[in-house]
Nanobody, 125 residues
Framework: QVQLVESGGGLVEAGVSLRLSCAAS????????IAWFRQAPGKEREFVAA????????IYGDSVKRRFTISRDNAKNTVYLQMNSLKPGDTAVYYC??????????????????WGQGTQVTVSS
């Protein structure tokens, strides 16, 4: 059983940066693809970013490209989401999720097996 714990969320003003962390326990961290998703009130869960098990491949949602960066530290069993130039539209609960690595890093939430409890990010204008 894999357990994921997100941290780093908070209330910030537009334009600032924030870094989220997701610490994993259980399973073999280096064998997982890892993703961040977010969900705002009344909206569907949205893909934010994902990273392959080696860290060599990263993909991003269109709304966060060039502002957000996903990275992982396999030695610390932790994945990060660096969020720059935050906008009010980034307000959401952010979740990390993992799946056993395959050939393709997925954007679909249905392909991920384990989820964290989420961390709230609120960006004020």
């Amino acid at each position: 059983q894999v357990q994921l714990v997100e941290s780093g969320g908070g209330l910030v003003e537009a334009g600032v940066s924030l870094r989220l962390s997701c610490a994993a326990s259980g399973g073999t961290f280096s064998s997982f693809d890892i993703a961040w998703f977010r969900q705002a009130p009344g909206k569907e869960r949205e893909f934010v970013a994902a990273v392959s098990r080696s860290g060599g491949l990263t993909i991003y949602g269109d709304s966060v490209k060039r502002r957000f960066t996903i990275s992982r530290d396999n030695a610390k069993n932790t994945v990060y989401l660096q969020m720059n130039s935050l906008k009010p539209g980034d307000t959401a609960v952010y979740y990390c999720a993992v799946r056993s690595s395959t050939v393709v890093v997925s954007r679909s939430p249905y392909m991920y097996d384990y989820w964290g409890q989420g961390t709230q990010v609120t960006v004020s204008s």
